[in-house]
Each structure stands twice: as C-alpha cells, then as structure tokens.
C-alpha cells in the first residue's frame, strides 16, 4: 500500500504528512495501541562542523496514541579546528518543536522503537573574533529520526533546512519516562 505525500482537502490546499500520521494514529484502529508516555531527556552532540558540541535538554507530551510534540533547545559550543586557530569564539541556541511518532519495535513491547518528527526550530547564533561581535539568525524546517533503547538511551540524527543552507546534527542522551 502506498500512501501519497501531499493529499487534497475540500478548501484545494495541501495537507502535509505530518497530519496524514496524525489522522491515523488518531483513528479508531489506533485508539488501542500504547501512548507515548510523557518524558524528559538531555542529548549530547554534535554538528561535525560549528557548533562541535551540542547540549538538548528537550521534553515530550503525548498527544494521541504514538504521536506527541517534542519540543527543545540545542545549545551549541565549540567552534571547529579552523575558528581556533584564528581566535573565533561560538556559541548558539535553537529552540525546536516538532510534531513525531513514536513506533515501537515490538507491539507488546514499547520500551524500544524509533521515532521520527517533523517541526520548526529558529536558531540564533554568536559568533565573536577578536573586537569583532556578530549574532545572525535563521528560521530552518527541522527533521529528526532515531531510535530509544531500554527505555531510556536515545540515539538521534537531526536534519535542519533553512535559506542560509543545510545543517545536521547525530546526539546520543538520555530519556525518562514518566508513568512508565
């Protein structure tokens, strides 16, 4: 079965993915499947580039059966080997939300599966060289995959898209469940 990317509503505007997955993880044929516990996490990371080191405490809320908004802040420190060299300093927070689905790796089982969101986030840089200040931002759509472990281990990659070009970010954190 294939399920189209872009469907058509009554008012002829595109209905993205991300509400096709929640329309189905909210019907009745979901309703009996595990909900995403509420949770808490930090991860740690990095964008292989500036930032070198990355710090997101971040927190999920479900919102029907394995859909939930995941919402957070990666800090950003360190600037590459070429900025220490030439004496730049770095720093950066990109506050994120996105809308996910968690998909367990066993039915009966949900203390492990992926998980995959869609969102926004709006990023606001420091860059600093010498007596040389300067900020710049930049709005990018945010996409997230990964996988939980034990309940508790997360393993994720981050792929942002904004007009100023492509970013990526792999962390790996801790998570805790409420309820669980």
Do not use: Q, W
């Not at 595109?14 to 009996?32: E, K, Q, T």
């Not at 394995?66 to 060299?85: E, M, P, Q, R, T």
């Not at 030439?86 to 927070?93: A, D, E, G, P």
């Not at 710049?136 to 994720?156: E, H, K, N, R, Y």
């Amino acid at each position: 079965m294939t399920v189209p990317i872009l469907v058509r509503s009554s008012s002829h505007r595109r209905i993205p993915l991300i509400i096709l997955l929640i329309l189905i993880a909210g019907s009745p044929a979901a309703a009996d499947e595990p909900t995403m516990p509420f949770t808490i996490g930090v991860n740690v990371g990095s964008c292989f580039v500036t930032p070198a080191l990355t710090l997101s405490p971040s927190i999920s809320i479900p919102l029907v059966a394995v859909v939930y908004l995941d919402a957070g802040c990666d800090f950003g420190f360190l600037s590459n080997a070429a900025d220490y060299i030439n004496k730049l300093s770095y720093n950066s927070y990109y506050p994120y939300g996105r809308i996910s689905v968690f998909i367990p790796f066993d039915y009966y089982d949900d203390e492990s599966g992926f998980h995959l969101g869609l969102g926004y986030g709006h990023m606001i840089a420091h860059y600093k060289f010498g007596g040389y200040d300067k900020y710049t931002t930049a709005s990018a759509f945010d996409m997230a995959m990964g996988c939980l472990i034990i309940s508790a281990i997360d393993i994720s990659y981050s792929l942002r898209i904004s007009a100023k070009g492509v970013s990526h970010k792999l962390s790996i954190g801790f998570v805790y469940k409420f309820g669980s």
